[in-house]
């Protein structure tokens, strides 16, 4: 059974940084594309960034330069280190299996303040 569980959200100042991340379990991490999406209710779901088996990440265009992904293959873990961030950065945040949004965890709410 697919498990995903993200956590390290809360509230931050605008500016500021926070790391989410996602525990994995009952598939073969190591070999399987790993997704953050957010979904809020002005902006509906977005892909903020991947990152392969290997390592090579893709990036939306709205947290390029300020958002990095990162994973750790032998604890199954994914993380995402967000810096700079904006008001507009407020969501929820999912990890996904894979590249769609149809194994995800229950969410990590983000919230940045100005």
């Known amino acids: 059974e697919v498990r995903l569980v993200e956590s390290g959200g809360g509230s931050v100042q605008a500016g500021g940084s926070l790391r989410l991340s996602c525990a994995a379990s009952?598939?073969?991490?190591?070999?399987?594309?790993m997704t953050w999406f957010r979904q809020s209710p002005g902006k509906g779901l977005e892909k903020v960034a991947n990152i392969s088996p290997s390592g090579s990440t893709f990036y939306g265009e709205d947290v390029k330069g300020r958002f990095a992904v990162s994973r750790d293959n032998t604890k199954s873990m994914m993380y995402l280190n967000m810096n700079s961030v904006k008001t507009e950065d407020t969501a929820m945040y999912y990890c996904?299996?894979?590249?769609?949004?149809?194994?995800r965890g229950p969410g990590t709410q983000v919230t940045v303040t100005p």
């Open positions: 996904a299996k894979g590249t769609g949004f149809t194994d």
């Open positions: 009952g598939f073969t991490f190591g070999a399987t594309y």
